[in-house]
């Protein structure tokens, strides 16, 4: 039973451009949510962050916006560089429970030139 | 660079053999998490430990055990190995497990594989 989702596995866009990678969620007890980013060979990096009470945070480039009543979140990166292109991961983090993040699948995203 | 150093990057081994893997949290970390990152299964919390005790437990086998020293570095034994425990073992750290406060930074990974 997968509790965070990433339904599309690959994104293809082109510099300049906007990015928006997508989340889904099905576990209520999730009140902080995490976006990593994975280049081959290298540790996950940390990105950006957003808890349960905040429905949208800035960083740079990177914001997160998070819909609860929809369960989903959202990763923007605006404007979108090739030094973007890597695997994206988000991430959920319960109530209380020890903080263990539960990943998504990924979603691979490419910026082309 | 995150400033979390786990050895080895690769281990190849057979299968029944046992094996270590190390971790160094970033300086000031009280926090480790082991993740395994398998082709079909993602990135999967195995273990948590605080200042030296166990706090949280994922999915992780019998055949697998962690612990936590005094200096605050953490090893992951397995043992028994199988060719399905061949994936990329993360160790994560971050400082004080709270509400609001759960940014994980992780090492490079160690590289397993079992023939």
């Known amino acids: 039973d997968q509790q965070v989702k990433q339904n599309s596995p690959s994104l293809s866009v082109q510099e300049g451009r906007i990015s928006i990678l997508n989340c889904d969620y099905t576990n209520s007890m999730f009140d902080y949510f995490l976006w990593y980013k994975k280049y081959p060979a290298e540790g996950p990096t940390f990105l950006i962050s957003i808890s349960s009470i905040k429905d949208k945070n800035e960083d740079g480039r990177f914001t997160v916006f998070l819909n609860k009543s929809a369960k989903h979140l959202s990763l923007h990166i605006v404007p979108s560089q090739p030094g973007d292109s890597a695997v994206y991961f988000c991430a959920a983090s319960p109530l209380g429970a020890g903080n263990m993040l539960t990943f998504g699948g990924g979603t691979r995203l490419m910026v082309k030139p | 660079d995150s400033g979390v150093t786990q050895t080895p990057k690769h281990l190849i081994t057979a299968t029944g053999q046992r094996v270590t893997l190390r971790c160094s949290p970033r300086s000031g970390d009280l926090s480790v998490y082991w993740y395994q990152q398998s082709l079909d299964q993602g990135l999967q919390f195995l273990i948590q430990y605080y200042n030296g005790e166990e706090r949280a437990k994922g999915n992780i086998l019998e055949r697998f055990s962690a612990q936590q020293f005094p200096d605050l570095h953490s090893e992951l034994n397995l043992s028994s190995l199988e060719l399905g425990d061949s994936a990329l073992y993360f160790c994560?750290?971050?400082?004080?497990?709270?509400?609001?406060?759960?940014?994980?930074?992780f090492g490079p990974g160690t590289r397993l594989t079992v023939l």
């Open positions: 994560a750290s971050s400082a004080h497990p709270g509400r609001g406060n759960n940014e994980q930074f």
